[in-house]
């Protein structure tokens, strides 16, 4: 693994990707926000030593180096789910290829469905915590302990820092901001009624397929981060109805702009330490 990060980094640097200070993980529907990067360097995920492949259609699959605002941002167009079949460690490579690059946080987002109906479609959850529900965890085997311990506290797997900030930038920007638990099932398939009782249940106010490797390694790394989900479809199962992915995507682009303005603000304001 270690050769694999450094043969990946050496490339990318090649390639002229220089010194990052945060980095972006764009999930289903929401890559516009490359449109407002003014790009240095975009090199597609099969052009880049040991990265997956993107196998989705709404993933652009590609990552992108440039300035948002006043920073140099790395940005993935596109991520990768374990229901395409690449294991927990593949799903997670390039966030720690992110950090040995160089960034100091990272912004990650995701589209979800939501059993707590006061969240209502095309609105946007600040994620303050998570329930791990996929197979496993993008850990298990022999740790590199110069990457992090083996065993990673996550009593704070969300920065409260980054999140009180995401609060304050909603508030100030006039964006409905909810906030709760995010669960990851492994998918594709959607959930039936009896799973979206079970999950709400549990505690967990939306769902997606995404999402809690990256931020379980970035916490292994002690990379602070911060999620938000783009609520695409309301579940409740007493009135369930056949969900499109067309029409998910479409939902996710409606709200786009709302978390557009979000992660450019944050760039922009947050402080580098």
């Known amino acids: 693994m270690i050769d694999k990060i450094k043969q990946t980094v050496a490339f990318l640097k090649e390639k002229g990707v220089g010194k990052p200070e945060i980095g972006i993980v764009l999930g289903t529907g929401l890559g516009k926000l490359v449109n407002d990067i003014k790009i240095y360097h975009s090199i597609n995920y099969a052009d880049i030593p040991n990265f997956p492949i993107s196998t989705v259609e709404s993933h652009s699959g590609r990552l992108v180096y440039g300035r948002l605002k006043n920073k140099c941002v790395l940005a993935m167009q596109g991520r990768f789910h374990y229901y395409e079949g690449y294991s927990m460690q593949e799903i997670t490579f390039p966030i720690q290829i992110m950090k040995e690059l160089g960034i100091k946080y990272l912004l990650v987002s995701n589209a979800a469905g939501a059993m707590n109906l006061n969240f209502k479609k095309a609105s946007l959850m600040l994620i303050n915590d998570h329930i791990n529900l996929l197979s496993g965890s993008p850990l298990i ?100 109805k056949p969900v499109d992915i067309k029409e998910i995507i479409k939902i996710a682009g409606q709200a786009e702009e709302k978390l557009t303005k979000l992660f450019s603000a944050f760039v922009e304001g947050y402080e580098i330490v």
Not at 194 to 208: M, N, P, S, T
Request: proline content about 8%; some cysteine; charged content about 20%.
């Open 141 to 240: 085997g022999k740790n590199i302990e110069t990457m992090g311990p083996r065993f990673p506290d996550m009593s704070k797997a969300y920065s409260p820092e980054m999140n009180s900030k995401f609060r304050t930038l909603a508030k100030d920007l006039n964006i409905e901001l909810n906030e709760g638990v995010y669960v990851a099932v492994s998918g594709p398939n959607l959930e039936t009624p009896a799973e979206y009782r079970f999950l709400k249940h549990i505690g967990a106010d939306v769902v997606g397929m995404s999402t809690v490797p990256e931020v379980i390694v970035a916490n292994h790394m002690s990379l602070p981060c911060a999620a938000i989900s783009v609520i695409t479809d309301e579940c409740d199962p007493d009135n369930l």
